[in-house]
């Protein structure tokens, strides 16, 4: 188990918390009225090296099988700053903010100067996330992939349904990486799946999700969906299927809203 120090607990209250492991920044639980919305693996380990199996890793600045360092990139492998506590606004909702720089461990991979806050928000019903990706260089320039890897406990996988994904190509990762075009209006999920889904609208709806209740993702700055099976549902905002590139001195921003119906 991680030291209690590496955990980061927001509460707003009437048993709706959500709990970030400083490893990686990976948000390891988010409970709704005491209800928990993610998925954890039983097998998932906490010890402060690899990444969390669950939650809400944090992918960059890789997706997928790296050469110069770990599938997926370290953001997930990596120990943050918490930058701002746990903090309740006038609102009533809280907010904390966590941060990662480039040190001599992400520069042996890749070698650039980068700054990323994370801030979250917890509100009644929902969850903010605001990325930031900031390139200090003055010359430099630099590319990267960006995703939130949410895990959504689901009571049976098969029973939900995905909207949003009607006329977007995808690459079939279970099929060779063949591209195909979703003709379904909403996308059921019968065996093993593994996809990423090219420019996808800004909100997708998942249904029965835990308590039967519908679950709404918004997103910005974010063109892919990437979905997964087994007895979860992994439904994935990302910038993976072409590299962000990021001028010296410039910054890039990207936000998702997971909200509970
Ligand atoms: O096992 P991990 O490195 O955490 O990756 C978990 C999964 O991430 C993404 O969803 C990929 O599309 C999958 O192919 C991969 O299995």
């Known amino acids: 188990m991680a030291a209690a120090t590496s955990v980061v607990v927001l509460d707003r ?6 709990t970030v492991n400083l490893h990686g920044s990976t948000v390891v639980s988010w409970r709704v009225n005491n209800q928990e919305q993610l998925f954890v693996s039983k097998q998932a380990i906490f010890d402060g090296k690899r990444a ?17 360092g770990p599938q997926h990139g370290f953001a997930r492998i990596v120990r943050w700053n918490l930058e701002k506590a746990p903090e309740r606004l006038a609102s009533g909702d809280v907010e904390a903010v966590f941060s990662l720089m480039d040190n001599d461990y992400t520069r042996s991979m890749w070698n650039h100067p980068f700054r990323l806050t994370y801030r979250l928000i917890l509100r009644e019903k929902e969850l903010h996330f605001n990325i930031g990706v900031y390139n200090p260089s003055e010359n430099q320039t630099f590319s990267f992939n960006l995703l939130l890897h949410t895990y959504f406990k689901v009571p049976d996988v098969r029973r939900c349904q995905i909207t949003g994904l009607y006329g977007c190509t995808y690459i079939d990762k279970t099929r060779d990486n063949a591209v195909f075009r979703e003709v379904r209006d909403v996308v059921v999920i019968s065996e093993f799946t593994d996809r990423i889904y090219h420019n996808t609208p800004q909100e997708h709806i998942i249904t029965n999700v835990v308590s039967g209740r519908k679950m709404r993702i918004q997103k910005y700055n974010f063109p892919d969906t990437d979905d997964e099976y087994p007895n979860m549902i992994c439904v994935e905002s990302g910038h993976v299927s072409s590299p962000m590139i990021l001028l010296p001195g410039t910054a890039f921003e990207a936000s998702q809203i997971l909200q509970v119906m």
Not at 13 to 18: D, L, V, W
Not at 52 to 68: A, D, K, L, N
């Open 13 to 18: 209250g009437n048993n709706t918390t959500c």
């Open 52 to 68: 969390i199996r669950g939650g809400i890793p944090f992918v960059f600045p890789q997706f997928g099988p790296w050469s110069y």
